[in-house]
């Protein structure tokens, strides 16, 4: 996690360190849940080891995956995480998951005394709306052969 949040060039040592005592370990057995559609989230997951999918439910009951979360990643229901609103999405283990959660009060403590914070979750912020805007536009004119393959490239290690 610290190898992450050093990487954008936002935050120095003794900021980093700041998120330490906020930060506990959580294990997520295979086909457990982060979180599940109607509830609120309040905090951000850090995936160290192990595989995490985001998906919906349509009113048929059918499932469908359009994110995956492999280890050095992050993982939030994120409209939820700013809105304080219930989520419509669905987050679970595929495998084993270990890593590293932050509740949402620890990290808005961080961004209010220290504005090298602020700036980190601007730029997480403009990052996520750049994936998710990568993956609607990918959803809608790649064929699933094609998202295939740019999964294998991107993470041919877990896949």
Same mark, same amino acid.
Request: with cysteine; net charge negative.
């Given at each position: $996690?610290? +190898?992450?949040?050093?990487?954008?060039?936002?935050?120095? &040592?003794?900021?980093?360190? @700041? =998120? $330490?005592?906020?930060?506990?370990?959580?294990? =997520? %057995?295979?086909?457990?849940? /982060?979180?599940?559609?109607?509830? =609120?989230?309040?905090?951000?997951?850090?995936?160290? %080891?192990?595989?995490?999918?985001?998906?919906?439910?349509?009113?048929?009951?059918?499932?469908?995956?359009?994110? *995956? +979360?492999?280890?050095?990643?992050? !993982? +939030? !229901?994120?409209?939820?995480?700013?809105?304080?609103? #219930?989520?419509?999405?669905?987050?679970? @283990?595929? +495998?084993?998951?270990?890593? *590293?959660?932050?509740? %949402?009060? @620890? =990290?808005?403590?961080?961004?209010?005394?220290? !504005?090298?914070?602020?700036?980190?979750? &601007? &730029?997480?912020?403009?990052?996520?709306?750049?994936?998710?805007?990568?993956?609607?536009?990918? *959803?809608? &004119?790649?064929? #699933?052969?094609?998202?295939? /393959?740019?999964? /294998? %490239?991107?993470? #041919?290690?877990?896949?």
């Amino acid at each position: $996690m610290q +190898t992450y949040l050093s990487q954008f060039g936002i935050l120095d &040592k003794s900021d980093i360190e @700041a =998120i $330490m005592p906020y930060v506990s370990r959580r294990t =997520i %057995k295979r086909n457990q849940f /982060l979180i599940q559609e109607g509830l =609120i989230c309040n905090e951000v997951f850090f995936v160290e %080891k192990g595989i995490l999918r985001n998906f919906i439910v349509d009113e048929e009951g059918n499932e469908t995956t359009y994110c *995956l +979360t492999f280890g050095g990643q992050g !993982a +939030t !229901a994120y409209s939820s995480f700013l809105s304080g609103n #219930p989520t419509q999405e669905n987050i679970q @283990a595929i +495998t084993d998951v270990e890593g *590293l959660v932050v509740s %949402k009060s @620890a =990290i808005e403590r961080l961004a209010e005394a220290n !504005a090298n914070w602020m700036k980190f979750l &601007k &730029k997480v912020s403009e990052l996520e709306y750049e994936r998710l805007e990568n993956r609607i536009f990918s *959803l809608l &004119k790649d064929s #699933p052969q094609k998202r295939y /393959l740019n999964l /294998l %490239k991107q993470n #041919p290690t877990y896949v």
